[in-house]
């Protein structure tokens, strides 16, 4: 199977296919960062019903954290910095996952403010969870197709010898 | 220069650039905001709890709402001169509240602005929710305020304060 898969990767619908995903999920992060850039109070509000963050890290992270979902998804859109993207990416969905989870665990209940800080969002759930594994599995893809397509790209961790 | 350096460097340039962005942002948005968290003491002055000042007033608003305690919201109660809405889960509501209290579960908020819109704005709303363990009652006094209403307070003590009390409640338990 990981080689029909890795045939298909290379292939000119493969190029394609992770293509049409890397702008896919950039155009997804640009638009969850707006709302969310243009109300930082309301983010950090957000932010601060999930009961994890220090206070003193509130408000920086509320006004950091948006910013860095839109230079992403314009990194993933324009094709430049994309692998850096894929990795800053990953990251923030894990930490998004695992803050859900979190606050799922504790019983709190509240708007995830994921696509935006206001208004008829779902709230908390194992569906959240669930799009962001997804999210996560489609960063994972375009970087396994790097490793496919282009070997040099894997890194070498140098062996004591 | 390795994969890994690179790649490092990289997203090392990434979160620079937005947190430079994030925070020139500041000075030109609307609401910005500062990048020290502000925190608003809320209760009495032996148990007060720190709140993230946005939680009470997200858009930096000169009137925001404020917390009214026990006895404030008892007179009030006594006079007749507020509404108050339980702001918890349909469930918690029924279990006990605050006699004549209203739930409006801050989580259903759009589903009762049908309801809002049949009160005047000047009226004085009183929003509870648990007690200090809890937000809610923070969050759909924001909501009220940010909806156009002129006169509202967070009982931030709620249900368990009012309760412990003696005061009157109605309810399943």
């Known amino acids: 199977m990981r080689t029909s898969i890795d045939t298909f990767l290379k292939s000119k619908n493969g190029e394609l296919f992770s293509r049409v995903v890397q702008i ?7 638009y969850a960062s707006l709302d969310k850039i243009w109300n930082p109070g309301l983010f950090a509000k957000s932010i601060s019903n999930y009961r994890i963050l220090p206070l003193p890290l509130l408000h920086i992270s509320a006004i950091i ?3 860095l979902e839109l230079t992403c998804g314009i990194a993933l859109v324009t094709n430049r910095y994309q692998r850096a ?5 990953g990251g923030l969905i894990i930490i998004f996952i695992l803050a859900i989870i979190s606050a799922m665990s504790r019983g709190l209940d509240f708007n995830c403010g994921c696509f935006s800080v206001e208004g008829a969002e779902s709230n908390l759930g194992f569906r959240k969870v669930f799009q962001n594994l997804g999210l996560l599995l489609s960063c994972a893809l375009l970087e396994y197709r790097l490793w496919v397509v282009q070997p040099a790209s894997r890194f070498k961790f140098s062996r004591f010898n | 220069m390795s994969e890994m350096n690179k790649l490092i460097k990289e997203i090392f340039i990434l979160i620079l650039v937005s947190s430079l962005l994030g925070i020139s942002a500041q000075a030109v948005l609307p609401n910005g905001i500062g990048m020290i968290t502000e925190v608003t003491l809320v209760g009495d002055d032996a148990t007060a709890v720190a709140i993230p000042s946005v939680s009470i007033n997200p858009n930096g608003e000169e009137n925001a709402a404020a917390n009214i305690d026990l006895q404030a919201a008892h007179s009030a109660y006594e006079a007749g001169s507020a509404i108050f809405l339980d702001a918890r889960s349909p469930e918690d509501f029924a279990a006990g509240h605050i006699k004549e209290a209203i739930n409006l579960p801050v989580h259903a908020f759009l589903d009762s602005l049908t309801y809002l819109e049949t009160i005047n704005s000047a009226t004085h709303i009183i929003t509870y929710c648990d007690g200090e363990d809890c937000n809610a009652s923070i969050d759909l006094a924001a909501d009220l305020k940010m909806m156009g209403f002129s006169k509202v307070n967070f009982f931030f003590g709620g249900w368990q304060e009012w309760q412990t009390a003696g005061y009157p409640v109605e309810g399943d338990s």
């Open chain 1, 24 to 30: 896919g999920l950039g155009l997804l992060f640009i």
């Open chain 1, 65 to 67: 954290l948006p910013w």
């Open chain 1, 85 to 89: 993207a894929y990795y800053a990416i």
